[in-house]
């Protein structure tokens, strides 16, 4: 083991998180904006507003995200489109993650109890009324819930875009190891930043989880 | 826009060996990380505190680091300190390894949602400590966490594609072979993209009715 180089690699790999966070957060504000969408679609009374998005996120959900991530990069040429990398590895991140997040949210809100609803729509509240004041805020601590779960994968994920040359934490250490042939080192400095990048959102989540129910339930 | 689908028609054996391969690798990382997970899980349940320990450092470290990272740890960190193994067997091994920690977390949560009294039970009927885990505890485990495993089995089947970046033949690199030749990208990654979603959706269904059968023996 080589102390020195682990030392000395750190701010360099530290910068390359940075990356890996600022392109995690962004592609997880896409994907709640896609995902409302989607769940305001599925909730839609036509079938023609239903059926794409139950279309969009079997596909997104069934297939490799590495897949959709090759395709938004190599892909883009058959259109005329040219992505550069980070654009490319944004968009995949953030459409993927919008389709596991309307299951996440359309099953939060499913498990209010149905009772609430109707309580609510027979007080003479309106449907979006309903939704807002009523539904979301008991939906809130589970999908705070399983949106963090969602967010640990989104950042674990973050580490494909390496592979079309992002300069995120995986590749920043892949170019040292090509300087200084010492990968072992090289990744266990990268591995302890991951650790300490998820498990700061586990916590994260876990606090806020605790705070926001802390009100509701007792 | 210029779509030409007839070189994935003539390059089709390339991608049908390819998927050959992607189940190859799927499969054996599924034994290994099923049994290693359910061994993983017992031990740090029930096991010396000199091998429970160090198991769950394996657990906390393996799930919050990133699945590419573990594998270039793997490939390129043990090629460091002398010791070369093929990229199938690295990738079965990364990936089976993997999934051993999840798994191992889902069968450590089902294992303890058993309830006490089917040890107590068990035990007062006269059969060893030992025994009372085989033949009450651990099989109700199992059905438990089914539904869970499957998922797991779901994505990992998912990402078999990562394992092309360290030169494993599977579905993505054997196309990316034959993308170097045709110059294709947008046109081959679609269908492999194809490919996936039927695999996925073929093991999503037989799972499905794998869980159904068990359900009508009990």
Redesign the interface.
């Known amino acids: 083991m080589d102390f020195t180089l682990m030392w000395e690699i750190t701010p360099l790999l530290l910068k390359a998180a940075w990356v890996t966070v600022t392109i995690s957060v962004m592609a997880f504000i896409l994907g709640l904006f896609v995902a409302t969408v989607l769940v305001i679609m599925r909730s839609s009374s036509f079938r023609i507003i239903r059926w794409p998005a139950r279309i969009y996120i079997s596909?997104m959900r069934?297939?490799?995200?590495?897949?959709?991530l090759?395709?938004f990069y190599?892909?883009?040429?058959?259109?005329?489109i040219n992505l550069d990398a980070y654009m490319a590895g944004l968009l995949a991140m953030g459409l993927n993650i919008g389709a596991y997040m309307s299951e996440a949210i359309r099953g939060s809100l499913v498990a209010v109890d149905s009772g609430q609803n109707e309580a609510s729509r027979s007080l003479g509240f309106s449907r979006t009324q309903t939704m807002i004041s009523v539904i979301l805020p008991q939906a809130a601590g589970l999908m705070i819930r399983s949106l963090g779960v969602l967010s640990v994968i989104l950042?674990?994920?973050?580490?494909?875009v390496?592979?079309i040359s992002v300069v995120e934490l995986?590749y920043q250490?892949?170019r040292i190891?090509s300087s200084t042939?010492?990968?072992?080192e090289v990744?266990a400095v990268?591995?302890v930043l991951?650790?300490i990048l998820?498990?700061g959102v586990i916590s994260f989540v876990d606090w806020l989880y605790n705070r926001y129910t802390r009100y509701l339930f007792h | 826009m210029n779509f030409d689908f007839t070189p994935v028609w003539e390059n089709i054996p390339t991608l049908i060996s390819g998927t050959g391969y992607t189940l190859f690798i799927a499969l054996f990382a599924a034994i290994l990380s099923l049994v290693g997970g359910l061994v993983v899980a017992l031990t740090t349940l029930y096991g010396k505190k000199i091998f429970s320990s160090p198991l769950r450092l394996f657990i906390w470290l393996f799930m919050g680091t990133p699945l590419l990272l573990q594998l270039y740890l793997l490939y390129f960190g043990l090629g460091q300190v002398g010791i070369l193994i093929p990229a199938l067997l690295t990738g079965i091994l990364g990936l089976g390894i993997h999934y051993m920690a999840y798994n191992a977390d889902i069968f450590r949560a089902t294992l303890q949602s058993i309830d006490n009294g089917q040890t107590e039970a068990a035990r007062s009927l006269g059969f060893g400590r030992m025994q009372t885990l085989w033949f009450f505890i651990v099989p109700q485990a199992i059905y438990r966490a089914l539904p869970q495993l499957g998922n797991n089995m779901i994505i990992m089947l998912k990402d078999t594609s990562v394992l092309s970046v360290i030169g494993v033949s599977e579905l993505v690199l054997n196309a990316q072979f034959e993308i170097s030749n045709t110059f294709r990208p947008f046109e081959f990654y679609i269908a492999i993209a194809v490919i996936y979603y039927i695999l996925n959706l073929m093991l999503e269904t037989s799972l499905n009715l794998f869980e159904k059968k068990l359900e009508g023996k009990r």
């Open positions: 596909v069934g297939t490799p995200f590495f897949v959709q090759l395709i190599y892909g883009g040429s058959a259109f005329g950042i674990k994920g973050s580490s494909l390496s592979i995986t250490a892949q190891i042939y010492k990968p072992f990744f990268s591995a991951y650790l998820i498990y």
